[in-house]
């Protein structure tokens, strides 16, 4: 860049700026368009806050909210790459496949040529993308997203648990979209190593009555459901959704339902099966 452009860089609002200077990228034709039409809103997202993308190929995923501009938003992501090196030829195909949402990880890219070290912090970059711990951190407008979401789904929920980004506090994850808590139900809380009542739900965080310690605020990711021998309960989510059954088991954080399939005069062991 010549000095007058870097000049009026600098002098620009929403610049991102590091000790490495100027940070830019390509815009994609396809935002052309949509760059021009931008205009503000009413009632922009919080730094911190966790939105969900309504457009394009992170449609539907949940976010954390990085930076903010005047033109829109920076996301920390689970990414969504291609871990297979294209092949060396002038026309690339084009797919509409979207990858699966996980981890980012250096090893699961061992031939592709596209992947470089950028800087001392840790991070990557792949195809114009900037990968740090783990996560992608993508521009959106502000039409592009929605706006704080009070859950995500669990498989993002884990894998967000699971990253070491500085910027990434599992204390303020919302919950798993799956989990049906309620208030008064009994909960385990790890982190008092205790049983308590569940007072008040939030986003981010409940209010747990326990026992000679009055009401705690807690973060999700230390609360689970109390069950005991006998319960009759209902699994929500993953691949045996829609079972129902009986508690006969409980260790650690799993327990051991009876499903009963079918009505017949058999032994008892017969007429159940039983699962994780």
């Known amino acids: 860049m010549n000095e007058l452009i870097v000049d009026l860089f600098n002098k620009t609002p929403g610049i991102v700026r590091t000790h490495q200077g100027i ?3 390509r815009i994609d034709t396809t935002d052309y368009t949509n760059l021009l039409r931008m ?3 009413d009632s922009p997202p919080a730094l911190g806050d966790w939105v969900r993308v309504k457009r394009g190929h992170y449609k539907g995923d949940i976010g954390k909210v990085a930076a903010l501009h005047n033109w829109g938003v920076e996301l920390y992501l689970v990414p969504r790459i291609n871990t297979q090196q294209a092949e060396n030829s002038p026309k690339l195909k084009v797919t509409t496949t979207v990858p699966d949402a996980k981890l980012f990880y250096p090893e699961d890219f061992p031939n592709n040529t596209s992947l470089n070290l950028q800087g001392s912090n840790g991070s990557y970059t792949i195809n114009n ?10 521009g959106y407008d502000y039409h592009s997203i929605s706006q704080r979401v009070n859950e995500m789904p669990w498989k993002h929920y ?3 648990l699971l990253t070491n980004h500085p910027e990434i506090s599992i204390s ?4 798993p979209q799956e989990w049906t808590f309620a208030d008064g139900d009994e909960v385990i809380v790890s982190s008092f190593d205790e049983k308590g009542i569940l007072d008040t739900i939030e986003p981010d965080y409940a ?3 326990l026992p000679g310690h009055g009401l705690q605020r807690v973060p999700w990711h230390v609360i689970q459901k109390f069950f005991k021998i006998g319960d009759f309960v209902g699994i929500s989510s993953g691949p045996h959704h829609g079972t129902n059954g009986w508690v006969i088991h409980i260790e650690e954080n799993k327990i051991l339902i009876a499903d009963k399939k079918t009505q017949i ?3 008892f062991t017969e007429a159940i099966q039983v699962r994780y």
Not at 172 to 175: A, D, G, L, Q, S
Request: aromatic content about 6%.
């Open 265 to 267: 005069d058999a032994d």
């Open 39 to 41: 205009t503000s809103i």
């Open 172 to 175: 303020n994850i919302p919950h």
């Open 207 to 209: 209010v747990v009555e």
């Open 158 to 160: 884990s894998m967000f």
């Open 129 to 138: 993308l900037i990968l740090v711990r783990g996560l992608v951190r993508k």
């Open 23 to 25: 940070q830019y990228k």
